[in-house]
Nanobody
Framework: VQLQASGGGLVQAGGYLRLSCTPSERTFSSYTMGWFRQAPGKEREFVSAIRSGDGNTYYANSVKGRFTLSRDNAKGTLYLQMNHLKPEDTADYYC????????????????????WGQGTQVTVSS
């Protein structure tokens, strides 16, 4: 499965961006999909995910209330709407897919995802 991620860019603090991720294979609804980010000099961290099966969404505490994850099954695309962006949101954002279900306790672990996109850069200026 290849993942095409897009939507990154440069925005001022308080602004917004929408990231998109489209898998090459369209058994979309069976995937658990998520976003991770990695800032320069820091480890990759969980941002948000949507679980296959029940469609429950999960967010890191740092983005809860500002970011919204959604999935368009017809288009086969995952979206991350990022509002009220802060300079600390600056990072490369990576889309990830797990082929199949996952227990909620593991959904924030990067190691459980099977496929990764190439990353899209988000820069938030102060």
């Amino acid at each position: 499965v290849q993942l095409q991620a897009s939507g990154g860019g440069l925005v001022q603090a308080g602004g917004y961006l929408r990231l998109s991720c489209t898998p090459s294979e369209r058994t979309f609804s069976s995937y658990t999909m998520g976003w991770f980010r990695q800032a320069p000099g820091k480890e990759r961290e969980f941002v948000s995910a949507i679980r296959s099966g029940d469609g429950n969404t999960y967010y890191a505490n740092s983005v809860k209330g500002r970011f919204t994850l959604s999935r368009d099954n017809a288009k086969g695309t995952l979206y991350l709407q990022m509002n009220h962006l802060k300079p600390e949101d600056t990072a490369d954002y990576y889309c990830a897919v797990r082929n199949g279900r996952i227990i909620s306790g593991l959904i924030q672990q990067a190691g459980v995802y099977d496929y990764w996109g190439q990353g899209t850069q988000v820069t938030v200026s102060s």
